[in-house]
T-cell receptor
Framework: EAGVAQSPRYKIIEKRQSVAFWCNPI?????LYWYQQILGQGPKLLIQ????????DSQLPKDRFSAERLKGVDSTLKIQPAKLEDSAVYLC?????????????FGPGTRLTVT | QQQVKQSPQSLIVQKGGISIINCAYE??????FPWYQQFPGKGPALLIA?????SEKKEGRFTISFNKSAKQFSLHIMDSQPGDSATYFC????????????FGKGTHLIIQP
């Protein structure tokens, strides 16, 4: 079974530029998550989708971050404009149903450096 | 704010020894507690998880101990091996809810051969 795919793996941009990350979850997984992992910290949930609807985006900085999951499969996370403090690894995860003891499977992440 | 506090930040254990990582949580609505293992350049991977209706869960060399009254839980790695060297995260989640995971800050574990 293929895992969660993310691209690009690395991205370097200057502050105030825009950037987009792509995620392809495990086939059949209804729930998709985006996490931000700053160096030396645990992942922090940014947004959770159930199929193509948003379940939780309470920690998403909506003035600069946006995310969508068209057709309930792939997802993109965009930052516009980027700030220095956005430097982090952006992890995508998926789970079958998103409840109970469903395991969340993580992708390898996209490492973003903002200069 | 929901929070999970994890300690120690880093840990060095000799091969064959016991590695112990501790976590404490504040949100009493949490009732699902997984541990994740992360290697450099990889995403976290589920190691073992527990619900608080049991005080202990063991899978191979990995054991979670849970103290509901103290709102604390810990991961024990028995017979630690160099391949266990990684960063470990504890987390909490509201069982049955739609919330994502709330992670601790992680413990960098090094097993010396």
């Amino acid at each position: 079974e293929a895992g969660v795919a993310q691209s690009p793996r690395y991205k370097i941009i200057e502050k105030r530029q825009s950037v987009a990350f792509w995620c392809n979850p495990i086939s059949g997984h209804a729930t998709l998550y985006w996490y931000q992992q700053i160096l030396g910290q645990g992942p922090k949930l940014l947004i959770q989708f159930q199929n193509n609807g948003v379940v939780d985006d309470s920690q998403l900085p909506k003035d600069r971050f946006s995310a969508e999951r068209l057709k309930g499969v792939d997802s993109t996370l965009k930052i516009q404009p980027a700030k220095l403090e956005d430097s982090a690894v952006y992890l995508c995860a998926s789970s079958l149903h998103g409840r109970g003891m469903d395991e969340q499977y993580f992708g390898p992440g996209t490492r973003l450096t903002v200069t | 704010q929901q929070q999970v506090k994890q300690s120690p930040q880093s840990l060095i254990v000799q091969k064959g020894g016991i590695s112990i990582i501790n976590c404490a949580y504040e949100n009493t609505a949490f009732d699902y507690f997984p541990w994740y293992q992360q290697f450099p350049g990889k995403g976290p991977a589920l190691l073992i998880a527990i619900r608080p209706d049991v005080s202990e869960k063991k899978e191979g060399r990995f054991t979670i101990s849970f103290n509901k009254s103290a709102k604390q839980f810990s991961l024990h790695i028995m017979d630690s091996q160099p391949g266990d060297s990684a960063t470990y995260f504890c987390a909490g989640r509201v069982y049955g809810g739609a919330d994502g995971l709330t992670f601790g800050k992680g413990t960098h574990l090094i097993i010396q051969p």
